[in-house]
């Protein structure tokens, strides 16, 4: 079936060093590629998304890139801060009637040391 | 801004109970979903729906049902609470306007069956 793989499942960096997370997806029909961040005891949210018209997207110091090809795509964060630490879930979107079913990988733990 | 609201934070209940998890949200979004969410497994579907009354099965749909009867409320119901569904759940909610649609996640509920 449907799937997401996430790697790796915990990274830790010096602030100030980049980090990355990246994901491969099963369903070539994936069109839609959102990335989750989730602080302790806080809900996920959106940080940055990418469509499959799209090879590369930038947001300050978030950026992601689209593979459609090899179907994988990674989120980059460059000048990493302590507040940075977080679980970050990747996403992808196989259309379904129209209700965007995600299917999510397994989350990566991002730790950043002072 | 988007708010989704999930009736509780913490519950506490026994097995064998009915369990009712409840979730709002105030953007007349026509899809909502159900996650459940596991150290190590990410976020997994339980349902989701697309319109009132319907009603779709995600992943892992066993020992669950849903109800929406109307469009801003999304209830989660356990028919028979088990130990093995000890665990976080998140709703979500979208508006079906395209493919880069976003999910807007609630606080979640963290639920203990003893």
């Known amino acids: 079936g449907e799937n997401v793989e996430q790697h790796p499942s915990t990274l830790s960096v010096q602030e100030g060093d980049s980090a990355v997370i990246k994901c491969t997806y099963s369903?070539?029909?994936?069109?839609?590629f959102p990335w989750y961040k989730q602080e302790l005891g806080k809900r996920p949210q959106l940080i940055i998304d990418i469509r499959s018209n799209v090879g590369e997207k930038k947001d300050q110091r978030i950026a992601v890139t689209l593979n459609k090809t090899a179907k994988h795509f990674s989120l980059h964060i460059t000048e990493t801060q302590p507040e940075d630490s977080a679980v970050y879930f990747c996403a992808a979107s196989p259309t379904f009637s129209g209700t965007y079913k995600y299917i999510f990988g397994t989350g990566t733990r991002l730790k950043v040391l002072a | 801004d988007v708010k989704v609201t999930q009736s509780s934070r913490y519950l506490v209940k026994r097995t064998g109970e009915k369990v009712f998890l409840e979730c709002v949200q105030d953007?007349?979004?026509?899809?909502m979903f159900w996650y459940r969410q596991d150290p190590g497994l990410g976020l997994r579907l339980i349902y989701f729906s697309y319109d009132v009354k319907m009603k779709e099965k995600g992943d892992i749909p066993e020992g669950y049902s849903v109800s929406r009867e109307k469009k801003e409320r999304f209830s989660l119901i356990l028919e028979s609470a088990s130990t093995n569904q000890t665990s976080m759940y998140l709703c979500?909610?979208?508006?079906?306007?395209?493919?880069?649609?976003?999910?807007?996640f609630g606080d979640g509920t963290r639920l203990s069956i003893l």
């Open positions: 953007m007349d979004h026509e899809n």
């Open positions: 979500a909610s979208s508006s079906p306007g395209g493919p880069n649609q976003p999910q807007h």
């Open positions: 369903d070539s029909a994936s069109n839609y």
